[in-house]
């Protein structure tokens, strides 16, 4: 349960956290966010997703006000006063509230900073992992600069709606070229029936995953041949692996896409194997 909320430098009861109706996050998706693991008490790869949140911010104009000594701060009270172990911390930076104007150039646009953090059952997680998911593709239908976290997610929504309607858990998007762009919420990968490790490059067509950089880390280290290049969804299909990768779920194995089975139906042994090994190259600051 979450019990405490950080808005704008008050930690606020839960019923009590709010922003105003003229929020720029609320009339225009001008906001961007983040999501950290949190594990066994510890931040996951904070020093990255911070350096994202900048990276987001100032694609759209907007001043990293707070250091990220401060976010981390921050994020460490909001942490504690939820007494979360396990789960994840969400971190929102809007352009503050204004009387609604297409224009943000004005003198009276600020800042709205969230940060919430929730517990998540490690256990449940798991036994998705060790079963895998299916997906389903979609065309892509997100703005051009999906590069950027913004909370422009409606695209997403609708996306994992869809898929839960088929009893999916997660959609890829399928650009006009037909090549996989990413998940609605995770970056996707395969496995070929050569061994070798395939995601999309980091071209513009997907958000550069935290997750996605740790897990080539531990790729490369562990001596796996992988290429950045996008790929079909009929090549997907015939894989040997699939998976996706976020902040969230971690390395998870996909089993079947638009109900067909990918290898033999179980998470393929790549997969698992940088599942098990993600924790020992992320950063983990407490
Ligand atoms: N998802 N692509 C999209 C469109 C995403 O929304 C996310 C993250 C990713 C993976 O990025 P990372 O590995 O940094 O989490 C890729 C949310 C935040 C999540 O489910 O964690």
Known sequence: MTRTIYVDGKYLPYSQAGVHVEDRGF????????????????????????ERLERSLNELDMPMRMSHASFGRVIRETIRRNRV??????????????PRDFLFSGP??????VVLARALSRATNEAIALKGISVITTPEQRW???DIKTVMLLASSIAK????????KEAWFVGDDGMVTEGASSNAWIVTMDG??????????????????????????????????????DEAKKAREAFVTSASAGVLPVIQIDG???????????????????????????
């Not at 009276?108 to 900073?113: A, M, P, R, S, Y």
């Open 161 to 168: 709606e869809k898929a839960k309607a088929v009893g999916a």
């Open 196 to 233: 070798e490790l395939i995601t999309r490059p980091a071209d513009g067509h997907i958000l550069k995953g935290i997750t996605r950089t740790v897990a080539m880390e531990v790729a490369e280290n562990r001596g796996l041949k992988l290429v950045e290049r996008a790929f079909t969804v």
């Open 27 to 50: 009339q225009f998706g001008d906001a961007v966010y983040e999501v950290c693991e949190i594990r066994s008490g510890a931040i996951i790869d904070e020093r990255r997703h911070l």
């Open 85 to 98: 172990r396990n789960g994840f911390v969400y971190i929102q930076v809007s352009r503050g509230a204004a």
């Open 260 to 286: 067909t089975v990918i290898g033999n139906g179980a998470p393929g042994s790549t997969a698992t194997e940088l599942r098990q090994l993600f924790h020992t190259f992320a950063e983990a600051t407490l």
């Open 144 to 146: 051009a600069r999906v």
């Open 108 to 113: 009276n646009v600020g800042q709205t900073v």
